[in-house]
Nanobody, 123 residues
């Protein structure tokens, strides 16, 4: 079982960077593939990035490729999302999610979710 808590959101200007963190207070973090999703007002939740259990395999949405970087530290039960060159269209609530036996990027494939952290990018 995973219990996820995100942090690191805030209000920044376009071009700035932020690093989000998501800590799992459970005991089986290293067994889960982890991902970040985001949801802007009035829009559906969308995939941002995912990372495999070992941290070697990563996948990114085209909209963030080259600007966002996902990583994990299994010793600290933490997954990170480094966000660079932020744009106003990156404004959303960012959620981390965990999946045990799922290799895709759909919302429905992830069974555990954090409460979200707000990221607001001003122009």
């Amino acid at each position: 079982q995973v219990q996820l808590v995100e942090s690191g959101g805030g209000l920044v200007q376009a071009g700035d960077s932020l690093r989000l963190s998501c800590v799992d207070s459970g005991r089986t973090f290293s067994r889960y593939a982890m991902a970040w999703f985001r949801q802007a007002p009035g829009k559906e939740r969308e995939f941002v990035a995912r990372i495999g259990q070992s941290g070697i395999s990563t996948v990114y949405a085209d909209s963030v490729k080259g600007r966002f970087f996902i990583s994990r530290d299994n010793a600290k039960n933490t997954v990170y999302l480094q966000m660079n060159s932020l744009k106003p269209e990156d404004t959303a609530v960012y959620y981390c999610a965990a999946a045990l036996y799922y290799s895709g990027s759909s919302v429905g494939g992830f069974g555990s979710w954090g409460q979200g952290t707000q990221v607001t990018v001003s122009s």
